[in-house]
């Protein structure tokens, strides 16, 4: 089994800063890519932040500039670094990684139970 465990959601004020980390644990033989996606209260779920392994970045327009999106190897842990945080970045954050969990194996993405980031205005 694979479980990602995020950590680093809270409350800020708009205009600051926090950290997200993903770590992920259990049978992986190697990692495509991972990354973040978030889900407001009535929104669908949508794309934040995604890397590969081999340090390829992709980011929603909305957080450009602003998140970072980062891994300190290629397998774990992956990080995302947001500044100037404002209100309408409030939502449920959760890690997803695309992974081969043994060799042979094919691809499958997993997901984490998500963090809360609330950004007061």
């Known amino acids: 089994q694979v479980q990602l465990v995020e950590s680093g959601g809270g409350l800020v004020q708009a205009g600051g800063s926090l950290r997200l980390s993903c770590a992920a644990s259990g049978s992986i033989f190697s990692i495509n890519a991972m990354g973040w996606y978030r889900q407001a209260p009535g929104k669908q779920r949508e794309l934040v932040a995604t890397?590969?392994?081999?340090?390829?970045?992709n980011y929603a327009d909305s957080v450009k500039g602003r998140f970072t999106i980062s891994r300190d190897s290629a397998k774990n842990p992956v990080y995302l670094q947001m500044n100037n945080l404002k209100p309408e970045d409030t939502a449920v954050y959760f890690c997803t990684a695309n992974l081969f969990p043994y060799l042979g194996s094919s691809p499958y993405d997993y997901w984490g139970q998500g963090t809360q980031v609330t950004v007061s205005s």
């Open positions: 890397i590969t392994s081999g340090g390829s970045t």
